[in-house]
C-alpha cells in the first residue's frame, strides 16, 4: 500500500511543476513589454510580492529552518531567480516615479528578508522556533502575493476588460493553490494551508471576472484595431493629396 508521505511527496512534485507554470505565465507579457519597451498598464505588484514571498519560502526551507523541505526550498529558489528577472525587464522598461519606486521596494525586499533571516538563524536556536517564526512571515506575504491583482482586478471591472489580467495566469494561480493545499493536507502544514487556500479564492475570483469581460474585452480590442486601421488610412489618403498637390 502507498504511504500517505509517498502521495505527499508525488503532489509536491506536481505542485513544482504547476509553480514553475506559474512562474513563467508572465512571459508572454514581458514579450510584450519588450517589444513595445513600455511598461503600459501593467503593475509591478504581482512580481515584486511574489518575490518577496519566494525568497522567504526559501528560508523556511533551509535545513537549518525547517529540515526535509527540499521540494520547498527548489520550486521557491527557481521562482526568486525567475521573479527577479522580471522585476529586472520591468525597471528597464519602466521610467521617472515608476521606475524609481520599483528600485526602492525592490532593494527593500531584499535587505528585509537578509535581516529577517539572519536574526531567525542568529537568534533562536531550534528548528522549531525557526520554523514557527518564519512560516508566520510567509503566511502573511504568501497572502500578500495571493492580494496583490486586486489592483489589477479593480482595474479590469473599471474598465471593463481583461486585457492587463491574463486569464494563463489566473488558471495557473489556481491549479497552483489546489495542489500545494493539498501537499500540505496530507501532513497538516498551517504556514503552506493558509497561503494556498486564500490564494484558490483569489484565483476563483479572477476566473469569474474573465467570464465576465470576456465578450467586453474583445469588442474593445476589436474597436481599438478598428480605429489603429482608419488611422493608418487617413495617414495615407493625406499622404497621397500632398504628393498630388505638390505635382500641381
Known amino acids: ?79 526568486t531567480a525567475i521573479e527577479l528577472v522580471y522585476v529586472v525587464l520591468f525597471l528597464a ?26 536574526l531567525v538563524i542568529g537568534l533562536l536556536q531550534t528548528h522549531e522556533r525557526r520554523s514557527l517564526v518564519v512560516g508566520i512571515i510567509c503566511i502573511v506575504f504568501g497572502t500578500m502575493m495571493y492580494v496583490a491583482p486586486l489592483a489589477v482586478m479593480k482595474l479590469v471591472i473599471q474598465t471593463k476588460s481583461v486585457e492587463y489580467m491574463p486569464l494563463f495566469l489566473s488558471l495557473a494561480s489556481f491549479f497552483n493553490g489546489v495542489c500545494w493545499t493539498a501537499y500540505a493536507l496530507l501532513r497538516f502544514d498551517l504556514f503552506i494551508t493558509i497561503p494556498n487556500s486564500l490564494g484558490i479564492l483569489f484565483s476563483v475570483a479572477q476566473l469569474v471576472l474573465h467570464m465576465l469581460y470576456y465578450k467586453s474585452t474583445k469588442q474593445q480590442l476589436e474597436a481599438r484595431k478598428k480605429t489603429t486601421e482608419i488611422d493608418l488610412t487617413e495617414v495615407v489618403v493625406k499622404g497621397e493629396s500632398a504628393r498630388q498637390n505638390g505635382r500641381h
Not at 29 to 35: D, G, Q
Not at 36 to 42: A, D, H, R
Open 1 to 79: 500500500m502507498i504511504s500517505a508521505e509517498t502521495i505527499r511527496t508525488v503532489v509536491g512534485i506536481i505542485g513544482n511543476g504547476l509553480s514553475l507554470i506559474l512562474f513563467l505565465s508572465p512571459l508572454p507579457t514581458f514579450r510584450r513589454i519588450c517589444k513595445t519597451k513600455s511598461v503600459e498598464q501593467f503593475s509591478a505588484a504581482p512580481y515584486l510580492a511574489t518575490l518577496l514571498n519566494c525568497m522567504f519560502w526559501v528560508v523556511y526551507g533551509l535545513p537549518l529552518v525547517h529540515p526535509k523541505s527540499t521540494l520547498v526550498l527548489t520550486i521557491n529558489g527557481t521562482g
Open 93 to 118: 522598461h519602466s521610467q521617472g516615479k515608476q521606475r524609481r519606486r520599483v528600485l526602492g521596494l525592490l532593494a527593500l525586499e531584499i535587505a528585509f528578508v537578509g535581516l529577517v533571516a539572519g
